[in-house]
């Protein structure tokens, strides 16, 4: 079993940035790629970036250029570094894995953390 745990999670006035982070244990070998996913009140969950290990990142257009996924080695985690925060942002955010290396549904991530609030004010 994959177990995914989520944090770096708060409230940040618009323009400024956040740091998560996903830790994850278990059987790992068979996730190829890792990924986050957002989701705000009442609308559905979307995807926000992925990594895999073959075929580099992938990121949503809305947050081109201000997010950055990433892999650190020494730590087993995959961070999101989230840069110039608009109140779109505004979510509660998941890490996910996936068995598709090329995974960008939802329906594709087997695995999922609990999620960490991402709270973006005006």
């Known amino acids: 079993q994959v177990q995914l745990v989520e944090s770096g999670g708060g409230l940040v006035q618009a323009g400024g940035s956040l740091r998560l982070s996903c830790a994850a244990s278990?059987?790992?070998?068979?996730?190829?790629?890792k990924g986050w996913f957002r989701q705000a009140p009442g609308k559905e969950r979307e995807f926000v970036a992925g990594?895999?290990?073959?075929?580099?990142?992938s990121y949503r257009d809305s947050v081109k250029g201000r997010f950055t996924i990433s892999r650190d080695n020494a730590k087993n985690t995959v961070d999101l570094q989230m840069n110039s925060l608009k109140p779109e942002d505004t979510a509660v955010y998941y890490c996910?894995?996936?068995?598709?290396?090329?995974?960008?549904?939802?329906?594709?991530?087997?695995?999922w953390g609990q999620g960490t609030q991402v709270t973006v004010s005006s």
């Open positions: 990594i895999n290990w073959t075929y580099g990142t």
């Open positions: 278990g059987r790992t070998f068979s996730s190829y790629t």
């Open positions: 996910a894995t996936s068995s598709f290396p090329l995974a960008t549904m939802s329906d594709q991530y087997d695995y």
